[in-house]
């Protein structure tokens, strides 16, 4: 075997990965021998289903995973376990709340010492093929994992070249990854796609001695500790990245490996698959507005993206070859022509294709229906906010009153939304918080989003700059735990970072009461009551003979049954499109006096069918027939979920806690 890619833990089980699928698929084409490896499945099958899953659910800024593989990656770096625990428990109290922290700490040390006999594992299944490069990707908690496998790989053959990329590899993370740890052989900084053939065949031809530097200043090679790291004018922090010209030439991903894996899996009845597709990098509105807290594309925010003939023909190769037609795009944001071009082509494919996209906020109507004819069930549009004063300090591109219009129009065609309102922004004023309480209830029968503390990314203009938004950033204080680097060097790694001397927002967000945040406290609470409640209320209005009859079950509402007719009726209509007040006194100009407009206004806000936001006045009332929700989410994102009951056989098997016993 040339090359064997592999997926370290902690990934999604639930899917293959996009990064290796590509560059496998590429590396084929060229005629190199290669085989995609998942030990990420492994990794479940080994310690468990049920544990896989508690990590896997961690948000990756609070390291577990990375600090589970530490002991193994660095077997001379013994921190302070206890002040590892005490700080994690600190800044997020739920992540032991199953087990107690005793309990939870136990079973993280435990596990922590069974990670070198699954390392070994892992490099004997991977020796076992013979390979000549063993390439990893590294996104979210798959870096310390991955440099646990290269070191024991090292000792066990250094006869194998390694080879690393993925988010986590960009610009200076990638050099102080590279330079600290000399057993990672070749690392990329940025997007490999354009290179990978002729990189790999040159490190086959020469082994570690290659110098492939030519092809690109993103890579770093074992000469470079020596001769010192290439530079880039064009990056923020000094070093190169490799960015594709375009995604033209790009194959469709190559996930034969893992539904063969998958198919012989301990878990393969647990587990739905999904497919990640890709139809653009980078982002149009970043290229131009850098949202000030998005780290998303480190230094690739330039936009590119693929033909809509090639998406469409993406989506059926894989389709048809894997049987499986749930959909979720990694793109960042979806490209706004492909309202007419692509995805009126989704709409041929059969019901059952499910697609998750990546949105802009300020969408039409039309264009929402144009999502659901498509399959778009699922959509992330990047609300944020329902403060446009917030929405103008992020840079955000879109205002409050069209962030509501969106859920209304999301609710009324059956689009699932998924967002959050992200709080402890610098400049924003508690007070704003106090007023969004006071709407949130109107809101009880339009999805409810997520509550979380703003978190500050490397490559977000917040890191980039902190000075010029008034803020004394740092790495976050867990990093120490698990990287044996100084300080200076972990603030090169680290992706996450704190304010100085500050509680971070997500600890904040805990507490009753939120010291010193009335407002965002309000608010808190306002969200937690609309979650609770939803789906449960309804507003909507049907038309029996002339009339629309309105039923309102919002906790809010001031009685449950309403007729709605006259003036009233048109004034409520023509608030659909959330009009000012000037557009919609033009608009019912014809059929009715301003004083019956004004008096029809005042008696639908009273009503709370009607309220105004930025100056824009929304009906909030959805029309029957409505769209259905997807009844399941889930399946368009993959899942792993006890299975339906049948007999089986076995009576161990289907149990989540099993695992593979290891030779
Ligand atoms: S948050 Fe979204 S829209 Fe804003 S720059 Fe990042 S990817 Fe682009």
């Known amino acids: 075997m040339d090359v064997c890619l592999v997926n370290m833990p902690i990934a999604a089980v639930q899917r293959p990965s996009l990064a290796l699928g590509l560059l496998g698929a590429m590396l084929k084409r060229d005629g190199i021998s290669t085989k995609i490896l998942y030990p990420d499945l492994w990794f479940a099958e080994y310690f468990g289903l049920r544990f896989y899953r508690k990590l896997y659910h961690t948000r990756p800024e609070d390291l577990l995973a990375e600090w589970l593989f530490a002991g193994t990656a660095f077997p001379d770096f013994e921190p302070d376990h206890d002040r590892f625990f005490e700080r994690l428990f600190a800044r997020n109290e739920k992540i032991c709340h199953e087990e107690g922290p005793e309990a939870f700490k136990a079973m993280m040390l435990e596990s922590r010492e069974k990670v070198p006999d699954f390392i070994d594992w892992v490099i004997r299944e991977i020796l076992a093929l013979s390979p000549r490069i063993v390439g990893c990707t590294s996104m979210f908690q798959q870096h310390v994992a991955t440099l646990a496998l290269f070191r024991r790989l090292r ?19 990638g050099k102080t990854t590279h330079q600290s740890f000399p057993w990672v052989d070749y690392l990329v900084s940025g997007e490999a796609d354009a290179f990978i053939a002729p990189l790999c065949r040159e490190i086959l031809d020469k082994g570690h001695g290659a110098d492939p530097s030519h092809l690109s200043d993103g890579i770093f090679t074992p000469a470079h500790r020596e001769t010192g790291y290439p530079v880039s004018a064009h990056s923020l922090d000094g070093l190169p990245r490799a960015t594709s010209a375009s995604l033209g030439d790009l194959p469709p991903p190559d996930y034969d490996d893992y539904f ?14 999904n497919l990640l597709i890709e139809a653009s990098r980078g982002c149009w509105w970043g290229e131009k507005h850098h949202c000030t807290f998005c780290g998303l594309n480190g230094e690739g925010m330039v936009y590119r993206s693929k033909t809509a003939d090639q998406v469409h023909e ?8 894997y049987k499986v037609t749930n959909f979720e795009a990694v793109d960042n944001i979806l490209r706004m022509d492909y309202f007419t071009t692509l995805l009126p082509r989704l709409e041929d494919l059969p019901e059952d294709y499910l697609f998750f996209f990546e949105t802009k906020s300020n969408l039409k109507r039309t264009q929402i229906q144009q999502l659901r004819r498509s399959g778009a069930r699922y959509i992330q549009p990047g609300i944020e906010s329902l403060d446009s004063r917030v929405l103008k300090l992020i840079d955000k591109g879109a205002q409050a009153w069209q962030n509501v219009q969106l859920l209304k129009n999301c609710r009324q065609n059956g689009i699932w939304v998924s967002w959050s309102m992200i709080v402890g922004f610098p400049g924003e004023e508690d007070e704003w918080y106090a007023k969004m309480a006071e709407f949130i209830p109107l809101l009880a029968h339009l999805q409810p989003g997520g509550f979380i503390g703003l978190r500050y990314d490397r490559f977000s203009p917040y890191v980039n700059d902190p000075e010029a938004f008034g803020l004394e950033l740092a790495p976050s204080e867990l990093y120490p735990y698990v990287y044996p680097l100084t300080q200076e060097k972990i603030a090169d790694q680290a992706y996450f970072f704190v304010e100085k001397n500050k509680p971070n927002f997500f600890t904040t967000l805990v507490q009753t009461p939120i010291p010193g945040h009335p407002g965002i406290e309000a ?3 306002a969200f937690r009551k609309w979650r609770r409640e939803w789906p449960g209320p309804e507003l909507c209005a049907r038309e029996v003979g002339g009339e629309i009859h309105l039923r309102d079950t919002r906790p809010c509402a001031v009685t449950e049954q309403h007729r709605i007719t006259g003036t009233d009726r048109l004034a409520l209509e023509a608030c659909d499109t ?12 014809q059929d009715a006096t301003p004083q019956d407009i004004t008096d029809a206004l005042a008696r639908l806000i009273a009503n709370k069918f ?3 936001l930025d100056g824009r006045l929304i009906s909030l009332v959805l029309n029957e027939p409505m769209e259905s929700m997807p009844s399941d989410r ?15 056989d076995d009576p161990n098997e289907d149990n989540e806690d099993q695992s593979r016993k290891v030779a």
């Open 314 to 321: 993406e989506i059926d190769t894989l389709a048809r070859k």
């Open 155 to 173: 000792e066990s053959d250094p006869s194998v070249v390694t080879m690393m990329g993925g988010p986590n590899c960009e610009t200076v993370m």
């Open 523 to 525: 608010a808190r609470d």
């Open 578 to 589: 959330a009009p000012t007040q000037a557009r919609l006194m033009e608009t019912l100009a």
């Open 260 to 273: 063969e894996e998958l198919s012989g899996s301990l878990f393969k009845n647990w587990i739905t698959p």
């Open 610 to 612: 009607i309220f105004e």
């Open 634 to 648: 889930l399946p368009t994102f993959g899942a792993v979920m006890a299975p339906q009951a049948a007999p089986r």
